[in-house]
């Protein structure tokens, strides 16, 4: 296939052969080499097969392979001759980030900075397959799966200022646990409030710098040194399951003989397995932000236990990475309602969207861009720019570039810890097999692919954390 250099930052892939659109890739000459190594173009292009897709298929600057979609690839369907794919979610449905803000500084904590990362390790199981501390009835998991976030808030896990400060406001109201398999719920019941293992975290960081002063106090980001934590799971073995449940029903009805991929494995947006799938999927949307509402609470605690107070422990956002949403975008200068897939990508709307909480509407989204262990991450606002660009999205974190068989292969968990510590970083991690797989070597230069999401408008920088402690599972 040929890829045309556009810009300095953007690359395309024609419409030819049963392409409905174009594919566009955002990235540097470096990135846009890493991404040639594997499957990422030819998925790019895959994606621009599918039935009522809009304008382009879009390629995010961390992107890698993935199931069907690239990870990093968004694209935007018509709701009436479009489809919904489970691949272009992802399994772990609603991965995502939460951050909380601190008034405490660097020097405040550093005398127990072990201990509080100890506690947090007792406070939030962590691992794969590890239960959580709430055991669940399937009648309240229900209740859950329809209420997100706002369920575990009238449980007394944080404050209404949380939700208003969650992407859907922690509850995607499309949801429902009817189509729900009972495999999927008895993964769910035990799982609520874990971390999980791969490249899930929970780090107590610092801001390290700040880009933009003013939007950075906005978001309650005031000096360099100031104590962030930042949680990131997401719906765990109930996610996973309800999209390998689907994938399996989608491919009985519909035959996949008629994609480029298997993988592609799709319905129409408004069929009823399409409908099925999309209300399981705001059901799983919700469980995940539950599961971070409570990591979140438990957090606060352990500060206010270990370090006398929890005051100024404000949520500064929380946001969706693997999700599809039915959002208003402009396609060919008429506003239309279309089904955005957003697969490790993460949603980056500019000033004045009214799905922006208040506190941030005249600034823009936060977006939040994880980094890998022992490496920066990064705060961002969203753009007026990105809706023409990428459907309003961007990055959603540094990509990796190596299995984890081959990180295994080349690493050890307890050289890297020991890396950290001379860094001055505290890691607890629940195997070492875990810590070693997910070596930031693995992983591609978050700097890079965040300097490419500013350089494109997909997103602004607004300030630079690095982590001071980091738990793994």
């Given at each position: 296939?040929?890829?045309?250099?556009?810009?300095?930052?953007?690359?395309?892939?024609?419409?030819?052969?049963?392409?409905?659109?174009?594919?566009?890739?955002?990235?540097?000459?470096?990135?846009?080499e890493?991404?040639?190594?594997?499957?990422?173009?030819?998925?790019?292009?895959n994606?621009?097969?599918?039935?009522?897709?809009?304008?382009?298929?879009?390629?995010?600057?961390?992107?890698?392979?993935?199931?069907?979609?690239?990870?990093?690839?968004?694209?935007?369907?018509?709701?009436?001759?479009?489809?919904?794919?489970?691949?272009?979610?992802?399994?772990?449905?609603?991965?995502?980030?939460?951050?909380?803000?601190?008034?405490?500084?660097?020097?405040?904590?550093?005398?127990?900075?072990?201990?509080?990362?100890?506690?947090i390790?007792?406070?939030?199981?962590?691992?794969?397959?590890?239960?959580?501390?709430?055991?669940?009835?399937?009648?309240?998991?229900?209740?859950?799966?329809?209420?997100?976030?706002?369920?575990?808030?009238?449980?007394?896990?944080?404050?209404?200022?949380?939700?208003?400060?969650?992407?859907?406001?922690?509850?995607?109201?499309?949801?429902?646990?009817e189509?729900?398999?009972?495999?999927?719920?008895?993964?769910?019941?035990?799982?609520?409030?874990?971390?999980?293992?791969?490249?899930?975290?929970?780090?107590?960081?610092?801001?390290?710098?700040?880009?933009?002063?003013?939007?950075?106090?906005?978001?309650?980001?005031?000096?360099?040194?100031?104590?962030?934590?930042?949680?990131?799971?997401?719906?765990?073995?109930?996610?996973?399951?309800?999209?390998?449940?689907?994938?399996?029903?989608?491919?009985?009805?519909?035959?996949?003989?008629?994609?480029?991929?298997?993988?592609?494995?799709?319905a129409?947006?408004?069929?009823?397995?399409?409908?099925?799938?999309?209300?399981?999927?705001?059901?799983?949307v919700?469980?995940?932000?539950?599961?971070?509402?409570?990591?979140?609470?438990?957090v606060?605690?352990?500060?206010?236990?270990?370090?006398?107070?929890?005051?100024?422990?404000?949520?500064?956002?929380?946001?969706?990475?693997?999700?599809?949403?039915?959002?208003?975008?402009?396609?060919?200068?008429?506003?239309?309602?279309?089904?955005?897939?957003?697969?490790?990508?993460?949603?980056?709307?500019?000033?004045?969207?009214?799905?922006?909480?208040?506190?941030?509407?005249?600034?823009?989204?936060?977006?939040?861009?994880?980094?890998?262990?022992?490496?920066?991450?990064?705060?961002?606002?969203?753009t007026?720019?990105?809706?023409?660009?990428?459907?309003?999205?961007?990055?959603?974190?540094a990509?990796?570039?190596?299995?984890?068989?081959?990180?295994?292969?080349?690493?050890?968990?307890?050289?890297?810890?020991?890396?950290?510590?001379?860094?001055?970083v505290?890691?607890?991690?629940?195997?070492?097999?875990?810590?070693?797989?997910?070596?930031?070597?693995?992983?591609?230069?978050?700097?890079?692919?965040?300097?490419?999401?500013?350089?494109?408008?997909?997103?602004?920088?607004?300030?630079?954390?690095?982590?001071?402690?980091?738990?793994?599972?």
């Amino acid at each position: 296939m040929e890829l045309i250099r556009v810009s300095d930052y953007i690359w395309e892939i024609s419409k030819t052969g049963e392409m409905k659109v174009p594919a566009r890739i955002y990235a540097s000459e470096k990135l846009i080499e890493l991404a040639k190594r594997d499957q990422t173009l030819q998925q790019a292009r895959n994606v621009a097969c599918l039935p009522g897709i809009q304008r382009m298929s879009y390629v995010m600057p961390d992107a890698h392979q993935g199931y069907g979609f690239p990870i990093g690839g968004v694209a935007a369907f018509d709701l009436d001759e479009g489809i919904i794919s489970p691949g272009g979610v992802g399994y772990d449905i609603n991965c995502g980030v939460r951050l909380l803000r601190t008034d405490f500084k660097e020097s405040d904590i550093t005398a127990k900075r072990k201990e509080l990362l100890a506690e947090i390790f007792k406070e939030v199981p962590a691992g794969v397959g590890k239960s959580g501390v709430t055991k669940l009835s399937r009648s309240v998991l229900k209740e859950i799966l329809v209420k997100g976030a706002e369920w575990a808030v009238e449980q007394g896990y944080g404050t209404v200022e949380d939700l208003e400060r969650t992407e859907e406001r922690g509850r995607m109201k499309d949801a429902t646990w009817e189509f729900i398999s009972e495999r999927a719920m008895e993964r769910g019941i035990p799982q609520l409030g874990t971390l999980g293992a791969g490249n899930h975290f929970l780090e107590i960081q610092k801001v390290d710098e700040i880009y933009d002063p003013e939007v950075a106090k906005v978001f309650g980001i005031e000096e360099k040194g100031q104590v962030l934590v930042m949680i990131h799971c997401g719906s765990r073995g109930l996610g996973h399951q309800i999209a390998t449940d689907f994938i399996e029903l989608m491919e009985h009805k519909f035959g996949y003989k008629h994609l480029p991929d298997r993988e592609l494995i799709n319905a129409p947006f408004k069929s009823d397995l399409g409908q099925q799938y999309y209300r399981s999927m705001c059901a799983a949307v919700n469980y995940a932000f539950a599961n971070r509402q409570m990591i979140a609470h438990w957090v606060r605690d352990v500060f206010a236990r270990v370090m006398g107070s929890a005051k100024g422990m404000h949520q500064i956002y929380d946001v969706c990475h693997n999700v599809a949403k039915v959002e208003k975008h402009i396609v060919n200068g008429k506003e239309k309602l279309l089904c955005i897939h957003r697969k490790g990508a993460t949603r980056s709307f500019g000033p004045g969207r009214p799905e922006i909480p208040a506190v941030y509407r005249a600034v823009g989204q936060p977006v939040l861009i994880p980094g890998s262990m022992g490496t920066a991450s990064y705060i961002l606002v969203g753009t007026k720019e990105a809706e023409e660009l990428s459907f309003s999205s961007t990055a959603h974190g540094a990509g990796r570039v190596m299995s984890r068989n081959e990180a295994l292969r080349r690493f050890r968990g307890e050289q890297i810890r020991d890396e950290l510590a001379r860094k001055g970083v505290e890691l607890k991690a629940t195997s070492w097999k875990g810590v070693a797989e997910e070596a930031s070597a693995a992983y591609k230069d978050v700097d890079e692919v965040v300097r490419v999401s500013h350089e494109t408008k997909l997103g602004k920088l607004v300030a630079r954390v690095v982590p001071i402690g980091v738990m793994k599972g």
